[in-house]
Nanobody
Framework: QVQLVESGGGLVQPGGSLRLSCAAS????????MGWHRQAPGKQRELVAD???????NYADSVKGRFTIFRDNARKMVYLQMNSLKPEDTAVYYC???????????????WGQGTQVTVSS
């Protein structure tokens, strides 16, 4: 059974940092590109960052220079380091597996339950 479990969300002040984690089980993690998405109230889910199977990264313009995605294949984990957080980063953040055995990320079948990030003073 495939599971993705996100953690690390919470309430943080503007300018603060959070690190989100996504733990995968039930898959051969190293063959999946991975992505982090977010969904704010009343808005569509959007791709924030993704990482290929060999560690190349891509970012939405809105988070470039502030967020970093990285992965640990041995631990079956993908992370999203978020710095210089802004109120507009407030959303539920989800990790997603891409398509197996493809290098580049495109949204795939498995999603986590999401973790809430709230940026507010």
């Amino acid at each position: 059974q495939v599971q993705l479990v996100e953690s690390g969300g919470g309430l943080v002040q503007p300018g603060g940092s959070l690190r989100l984690s996504c733990a995968a089980s039930g898959i051969i993690f190293s063959i999946f590109p991975m992505g982090w998405h977010r969904q704010a109230p009343g808005k569509q889910r959007e791709l924030v960052a993704d990482i290929t199977t060999d560690g190349a990264t891509n970012y939405a313009d809105s988070v470039k220079g502030r967020f970093t995605i990285f992965r640990d294949n041995a631990r079956k984990m993908v992370y999203l380091q978020m710095n210089s957080l802004k109120p507009e980063d407030t959303a539920v953040y989800y990790c997603n597996t891409g398509r197996p055995s493809t290098r580049n990320y495109a949204p795939g079948a498995y999603w986590g339950q999401g973790t809430q990030v709230t940026v507010s003073s």
